[in-house]
């Protein structure tokens, strides 16, 4: 089917065949292996076998040419497993070509761990190689590339293998493998991306093809190169081998270079900074290209020879960042010409700075602890691409473990550090104690002074503490603060700026001067807390009288005195007017306490008067002092000799009072008024003997026109009289009345009338 539409094809178009590779199916195996894969007379090949589908004149394997094609190699040997003409461009289908009794291989399939394999197409021979390499180049092609293949696909691949060797051996080495891993180059294993298939080492991976390409495959890898290390003059067995798997549709070939089947000389891998692998600057590196035999070399760099004719070449520019080519050639036994070639790069060193790292020793035993990570940075003189830094005792020795807190007296250990390129450098750490003079130690008093006087406060330590600290020092250093000496020393749990002491009164901190990295000194400091909480310090309130000087006052004991609204700087101010005054005393340690006074203006009252509730049998008799309040502080007497806050009196009995206000401010003249309550007695007994012979309302004349009536039991009005009478004497026209209850009522002049009784007792 496939040749019908190549003939469709060379009819429907103008070009030639000559656009796609060439094959010739007619080569023996023997030509195929001798003049055309390994002509380059470096190894001695024998016992050239091939095998694989025989359709009629037509075989699985030929000579191939790239003709006028785009096709990478100019020649070589294709190997399918279809027929090896059909290999041919245009890419017009998917060759399916082979039957199923055209058997696989079972070296194949063991050594890429595959089973099933069919239309296996093998060439094998032995060869002696006369140097240390061998390497052949190749390009895997397929039908199994499809550019929209099923989902089913993804899981198959023809398999192939180039098989290694010794003879005698049992055991094959796989050379064809994706570059880097052990992985057998596939289909699956070297894909590109765009299918539904997952993309796989995708570098190596040429392309999808279309229709005018010169081999008729869905697809191919770039060109390989299987390589090996052999042993010059020992005979090995190699085998190229191809075949279907799982079925015989969707074929596929290898395309081996012509003369590419090369015995080399191996210089070493490539060094060089995109592959990460440079030499460092300044390391000894010699190129090697001895082989055994009669042999003459000739050394080239960059193209250019060096008249170097050794088996071995120092490398001399050890220090150039440029990529730089090497090539050997070597003419063994005066026939085989072997080259090896070789690219080389050497990656600058880190730029390191010796440093100099002065701790200070907190119990004088002539070692300190240094905390070694402070100098990374100045180490790699603030480089970051470069790694981190490790410290040794030695060069070479064991790296430091400890390097925060690193126990040492003084002496030189060693940084060393490595760049992105895996070169390291290495620099001298003088590791010091410092021995600088420093002011140790100090003591600071403070005031308490934040509104609660508990010996607690708030130090400003850069603010208040440092410039004493630092008093007589260089300039340019700076002070760290800690609660113990031990942290100072490893600069554990630092103290704020803004550091409350946690022991009233007392607390001893440490200062750490710092030098950059160094510990210049430490320095004990010794806080003290003090306050002034004087006892009676609490607001008084005064009243001042009119006209009157006041003199305010506190205890005579005091540094200083400083008062507000008035002129004093002595313990006591003389006022004359109302108003707020403080005073703010300051002992000898600079603490100050507020004494605060309210003065309010005084006098005496006026007006004063009273209230009388009278008239109550004695039992709630009552003066209620009535006054004009003229700003004064006023005390209240009935006697003028015990005096109340309050202007009432309760329970006063009948009788005569000196009512009087006074002013506790001082103010004078205290107002005063006699007063009378009054009240009647509940009984008398006019019996003659001279005592209470007569009822008669004691004061009464006090209250001139009050009409008394006396009336019996009866409401019989027995007697009546005016507040000028000596009063009632028990009789009535003459005789006297019964022993009993008398009712009386008292008019007064402003009207109100009060009623009452009495007892006469005979």
Not at 561 to 578: D, F, G, K, P, R
């Amino acid at each position: 089917m496939k040749s019908f539409l190549k003939l469709l094809t060379f009819l429907s178009f103008t070009i030639s065949n000559a656009q796609y590779i060439q094959v010739d199916d007619t080569y023996t195996a023997q030509q195929l292996i001798q003049n055309v894969f390994a002509s380059s007379g470096c190894a001695n090949v024998s016992n050239v076998v091939v095998s694989g589908g025989n359709f009629g004149a037509e075989q699985s394997y030929g000579y191939f040419n790239q003709g006028t094609s785009t096709f990478p190699f100019a020649n070589g040997i294709v190997l399918s497993t279809g027929k090896a003409v059909s290999a041919i461009g245009p890419n017009t289908g998917n060759s399916s070509e082979g039957d199923t009794s055209w058997s696989g291989d079972a070296d194949l399939e063991q050594a890429i761990s595959v089973n099933n394999t069919i239309n296996a197409t093998v060439i094998e021979f032995d060869f002696i190689p006369f140097t240390n390499n061998i390497s052949f180049d190749y390009i895997f092609s397929s039908e199994q590339y499809l550019s929209s293949p099923s989902a089913n696909q993804c899981g198959y691949t023809d398999g192939f293998a180039f098989l290694l060797k010794p003879v005698g051996s049992s055991t094959y080495q796989n050379l064809a493998l994706v570059p880097g891993t052990n992985i057998p180059v596939s289909v699956n294993t070297i894909r590109g991306s765009g299918t539904i298939c997952p993309p796989a080492n995708e570098p190596y991976f040429d392309a999808f093809n279309g229709f005018n390409h010169p081999t008729t495959f869905n697809g191919q890898t770039k060109i390989l190169k299987a390589k090996s290390v052999v042993t010059p003059g020992v005979t090995y067995h190699i085998k190229l081998v191809i075949a279907d798997q799982g079925n015989n549709l969707y074929d596929s070939a290898i395309f081996l270079g012509g003369g590419s089947f090369q015995s080399s000389t191996d210089l070493g891998v490539d060094h060089l900074i995109t592959t990460n692998n440079p030499y460092c600057a300044g390391e000894n590196v010699t190129l090697n290209a001895t082989q055994p035999g009669t042999n003459t070399y000739k050394w080239f760099k960059n193209g250019i020879d060096t008249g170097i004719t050794t088996p071995t070449f120092p490398v001399t520019d050890n220090t150039n960042s440029n990529v730089v080519t090497y090539k050997v050639e070597v003419l063994i036994n005066g026939s085989c010409l072997s080259t090896g070639e070789v690219k080389l790069q050497f990656a600058a060193l880190p730029n390191l700075s010796n440093q100099v790292l002065v701790q200070c020793d907190d119990n004088n035993d002539g070692s300190a602890i240094f905390n070694l990570t402070k100098l990374d940075n100045l180490i790699k003189n603030g480089d970051t691409s470069l790694g981190n830094v490790s410290y040794y005792e030695t060069i070479g020795g064991t790296a430091i473990v400890n390097t925060t807190s690193y126990t040492s007296i003084p002496k030189i250990i060693y940084a060393e550090v490595a760049n992105s390129n895996g070169c390291k450098s290495t620099c001298q750490i003088n590791l010091q104690i410092a021995n600088n003079p420093v002011n140790s130690p100090v003591s600071y008093q403070k005031c308490d002074e934040d509104g609660t006087k508990n010996g607690i406060t708030t130090f400003d330590l850069n603010a208040e503490i440092t410039p004493i600290v630092t008093t007589g020092l260089p300039s340019g250093l700076t002070v760290q603060y800690y609660s113990s000496k031990v942290n100072a020393t490893t600069e554990n749990n630092a103290l704020p700026n803004n550091f409350i002491n946690t022991t009233a009164n007392n607390q001893t901190i440490f200062a750490r001067i710092i030098n950059g990295p160094d510990c210049y000194g430490l320095v004990e400091v010794n806080l003290t807390v003090n306050y002034l909480d004087p006892i009676n310090f609490n607001t008084e309130t005064f009243g001042i009288c009119q006209g009157s000087p006041l003199t305010l006052s506190v205890p005579n004991i005091y540094s200083n005195y400083s008062w507000l609204n008035v002129v004093s700087t002595t313990n006591e101010a003389t006022i004359s007017s109302s108003g707020n005054y403080s005073v703010v005393v300051t002992d000898a340690n600079g603490c100050k306490a507020t004494k605060n006074f309210i003065v309010k203006t005084s006098a005496p009252a006026s007006n004063i008067n009273a209230e009388i509730t009278e008239f109550t049998g004695n039992e709630n008799n009552s003066i209620l002092i009535t006054y004009t309040d003229n700003g004064g502080n006023y005390a209240f007497s009935i006697d003028q000799i015990n005096y109340q806050s309050s202007p009432l009196f309760e329970n006063v009995p009948a009788g005569e009072y000196t009512i009087s206000v006074k002013d506790l401010n001082g103010c004078l003249p205290t107002p005063t008024k006699t007063i009378y309550v009054l009240d009647y007695p509940s009984f008398f007994t006019p019996n003659g003997d001279g005592y209470n012979d007569t009822w008669v309302i004691k004061n009464i004349k006090t209250k001139p026109n009050t009409l008394i009536s006396v009336f019996d039991r009866f409401g019989k009005l027995v007697k009546q009289f005016n507040s000028n009478s000596e009063g009632w004497n028990g009789t009535f026209n003459g005789q006297n009345l019964p022993a009993t209850d008398y009712w009386f009522t008292l008019t007064l002049t402003n009207g109100n009338i009060v009623r009452g009784h009495f007892a006469l007792k005979r």
